[in-house]
């Protein structure tokens, strides 16, 4: 068999193709992850803004403001406090739990929104410091539906904050009254905008992450079921195979064996006459020639004997000692990587190639030494069958061992590469994709 230079085959166009999807893939999952962790962010303020400022605001009072105006704890300090107290069960039972249950509604969070405002107006009588927590209304007006209401809630929040700041009802004065008109509709302007391009954009957004979560899933189970329908092919494809393979053994071997006996019977029926048993035996060894002929052209379609008793990384060390004895050179078998189990197809492919390459060793390479590497890297898996012989100049032959390799590699997804220089010995190398096993683990072979 003469063998074939080459340096491998180059990745077709669906390649390519397959790569650039997998990339827009993974941009697009890549911002749809950005957005739902947006998402994710705003919920989170959404969920401990009021607590963070309703603590700061009433830790700065107690230790702070409350000492330095001499005021005693009674009465004004237990009066802040009771409200303090009442604030506490107000925002847990009208807003955290609702909304880390999802069961927030429009009616109950008006209504939750009105209670919370007028507490946050009767604390800053006693201090201004609760200013702080009064900013929490700004929040909790994206909650309102629809978007108006919203917008209204800032605008009351907007005017219970700065009409306190301001002291405008203390002493209104025209330039006081203008400044504070101008800041509330300023402030209810710039958050109202958040508010009315929320109300658009955020159902959007999370309706688009549920169809997209939907459709993934779609996909993967469709995954699954294209791998289902490839086996289930592979699997009818091996059978009718088998049943082929019957036919013909049925058609030509067992009928050359049968003649054969007969033959044989028949010379020994006649031994006693001159001629008639030469005869028989000439028969016999012209069907016993025949029937091996059909028996090398028929098994060769069967999976190798190997595999049947054992995996692939044994079934390379079986062969590769078998040879190495048969043929007096040193081989080594050296398998690296999570040894993981693959399809019939993929190992009965794999084998192929190290029994085609050490055959070649054999009759052209007049090599010392061989060694042998099969390596699990995860996604795929490598076959590297490599001689110290003579090697061969690029474009020398074009054998029908290497091109049948080939063709048996691509026929399950991988490629062949061959590497060879006069004097350097050759390299063959086979890699292909890590292909489990389906349901039922046939053995089959796709080159037929």
Known sequence: MTRDAGTGERPSFGTYGSAITEEAEIANRSRLAWKKEQLRVWDLLQLFTPWLLLTISTAIYFSWVLPASGERFWPEGASALGLVTVSVPWVLFGHTLPIKRRTLRPVSAGIYFVGLLTLCVTLMTYSEIFLLFTIAGFFHAYLLTPWPLGVLGVLATSVALNGSAMRVWANPTPGMLAEFILIVAVQ?????????????????????????????AALHENAGLHAQLVTQARES??????????????????????????????????????????????????????????????????????????HLPDALRTLTERWSQDQGIRARVEVTGAREPLSPAIEVSLFRVAQESLTNVAKHAEASRVGVTLSYTGPEVLLDVRDDGRGFAKGVGTGFGLTSMRQRIRGVGGHVEVQSAPGEGTSVSARVPAIAPGSTRAQEETDR
């Open 237 to 310: 494809g091996a059978q009718d195979e088998r049943q082929r393979l019957a036919s013909e053994i049925h058609d030509t071997l067992a009928q050359g064996l049968a003649g054969i006996i007969t033959q044989l019977q028949a010379a020994e029926r006649s031994a006693s006459v001159h001629g008639e048993t030469e005869e028989h035996v000439a028969r016999a060894l012209r069907l016993a020639r025949s029937s091996l002929t059909e028996a090398r052209r028929s098994v060769q379609a069967l999976a190798p004997q190997e595999l049947g008793r054992a």
């Open 188 to 216: 209810t302007a710039a958050i109202g905008v958040g508010i009315l391009l929320t109300a658009r954009s955020e159902p959007e957004e999370r309706k688009r992450e549920e169809l997209v979560e939907r459709l993934e």
